[in-house]
């Protein structure tokens, strides 16, 4: 159990269009859902937490209007990169918390890795 | 400020090896700390957390909040346990989490 999935697997897209990344909890409610992205050889940096029905909490340094979240159900959330340009290129992975304690575990889903010409 | 420090870009050790992967935190207030496990073309999976105090295919973590670490144990490493491993604090609400840069661990046979 405990399964997020994420759709793309990969996606290439041109510089100035925009690209929508889905994250689906599969088999379960996922009251939270986090956003993040790695750099090459790097490690995870937390873009935004989102709660289902109510904006996304983006960290610093994050331009929300370049990076749009959506978390319209329990079991989806979803990231759109707006007039996505080459440095956005990245490795980006979602999680998702089930429950509603802090130290509830978060599942990841297997990333989407994202190619701007 | 809240972070995560794992020196070490890579281990490389020898089958059968005692393994130590060194993590540190900065959290005012009381840590509460995880490690991740992601091997090759997999997702991030978590390892073990210390609230558990669990030991999960031979590693084991024990939080020293004198020294802030977190170090991950294991006393005869396999080959099958080359993977890059992160240390994550947990931050604030919403069960955000912050992460170390990550270690490589590598082991031989």
């Known amino acids: 159990g405990a399964v997020v999935s994420q759709h793309p697997s990969w996606v290439i897209c041109k510089s100035g269009t925009s690209v929508k990344i889905e994250c689906r909890s599969l088999?379960?409610?996922?009251?939270?859902m986090f956003w993040y992205r790695q750099f090459p050889k790097q490690s995870l940096m937390l873009m935004a937490t989102?709660?289902?029905?109510?904006?996304?909490?983006?960290e610093q340094g994050v331009e929300k209007d370049k990076f749009l979240i959506n978390h319209a159900s329990l079991t989806l959330s979803t990231l759109t990169v707006t007039s996505a340009h080459p440095e956005d290129s990245s490795f980006y992975i979602c999680?998702?918390?089930?429950?509603?304690?802090?130290?509830?575990?978060?599942?990841f889903g297997p990333g989407t890795r994202l190619t701007v010409l | 400020a809240q972070r995560v420090t794992q020196p070490e870009k890579l281990l490389s050790v020898f089958k059968g090896a005692p393994v130590e992967l060194k993590c540190n935190y900065s959290?005012?207030?009381?840590?509460?700390l995880f490690w991740y496990v992601q091997y090759s073309r997999q997702r991030l999976q978590l390892l073990l957390r210390?609230?558990s105090r669990e030991s999960i295919k031979g590693f084991t973590a024990d939080l020293n909040k004198g020294e802030t670490s977190f170090h991950l144990k294991k006393p005869f490493a396999q080959e099958e346990d080359s993977a890059m491993y992160y240390c994550?604090?947990?931050?604030?609400?919403?069960?955000?989490?912050?992460f170390g840069a990550g270690t490589r661990l590598a082991v031989h046979p």
């Open positions: 210390h609230i």
């Open positions: 959290y005012s207030g009381s840590p509460e």
């Open positions: 088999d379960f409610q996922a009251t939270t």
């Open positions: 999680s998702a918390g089930r429950g509603v304690t802090r130290t509830d575990t978060q599942y």
């Open positions: 994550a604090l947990l931050s604030g609400g919403y069960n955000k989490l912050i």
């Open positions: 989102s709660n289902e029905g109510s904006k996304a909490t983006y």
